[in-house]
C-alpha cells in the first residue's frame, strides 16, 4: 500500500473500540440481565418457590455464561481485525483475504474497520455487495447449513478461541512518517 494515501490511524484501544462497539453493548446488556435476573433468583429463594428457582437459574447462569462469551468473541474479532488489516496493508484489496472473515456479521464489522483503517472501505462494501451480502445478514450462514455447528471444535476456535495476533506493522508510526 501507499503511504501517501494512509488515512490518519487511531489507537489500538480505539480500533479495539470500533471492532468490538455492538459486542460490548451486547456485554453489557447482558451484565444487567444478569443482575436482574439475580434479583429474582434471590426473591424466588426467600419463597422457596422450586419452580421459580429453576426457571430464574436458568435464566441468570443463560446471561452470566454470555458475559464471558461475548468477551471472548470481542477478543477474537480484535485479533481477526489485527490480521485482515496487515493482510489488506501487504496486499491491498483482495476478494480472497476478505472471503475468509465473511462467515458472520461480527467478522465482516472488523473487516470493514481494518479496510476503513486503511481507505480500502470502498472495495470491501463492493465485494459485499456484489456477493449478495446486505447489512441486515446478522446470522451467519453456517448456522442454517449446519445446525449442530456448536458442536465443532472449528466453530468454538473461530468465534471464541482466536489466538493471540502481534501486528506486523505500526500504523500511526507509518503515518507519521508519511505525513
Avoid at 485479533?79 to 483482495?94: C, P, S, T
Avoid at 476503513?116 to 472501505?121: D, I, Y
Avoid at 482466536?162 to 508519511?178: D, G, H, I, M, V
Wanted: charged share 20%; proline share 4%.
Amino acid at each position: 500500500m501507499n503511504l501517501q494515501k494512509l488515512p490518519k490511524q487511531p489507537s489500538l484501544f480505539i480500533s479495539y473500540l470500533h471492532v468490538s462497539k455492538w459486542l460490548l453493548i451486547s456485554q453489557g446488556l447482558f451484565i444487567a440481565e444478569s443482575v436482574i435476573y439475580g434479583y429474582q433468583l434471590q426473591q424466588a429463594q426467600l419463597y422457596n418457590s422450586t419452580i421459580w428457582i429453576a426457571f430464574w437459574l436458568s435464566c441468570f447462569l443463560f446471561a452470566f455464561m454470555h458475559i464471558f462469551l461475548v468477551f471472548m468473541d470481542s477478543w477474537s474479532r480484535f485479533q481477526n481485525y489485527k490480521r485482515i488489516k496487515d493482510q489488506l496493508f501487504e496486499y491491498g484489496f483482495q476478494p480472497k483475504i476478505a472471503n475468509n472473515y465473511i462467515s458472520s456479521k461480527c467478522q465482516r464489522h472488523a473487516l470493514k474497520i481494518a479496510a476503513k483503517e486503511l481507505g480500502l472501505l470502498p472495495e470491501v462494501d463492493q465485494f459485499l455487495n456484489r456477493i449478495g451480502i446486505r447489512w441486515y445478514h446478522f446470522i451467519p450462514k453456517f448456522v442454517a447449513k449446519d445446525p449442530f455447528f456448536l458442536f465443532k471444535k472449528h466453530f468454538w476456535n473461530r468465534t471464541f478461541l482466536e489466538k493471540y495476533y502481534a501486528p506486523k506493522f505500526s500504523y500511526r508510526k507509518l503515518y507519521n512518517l508519511s505525513v
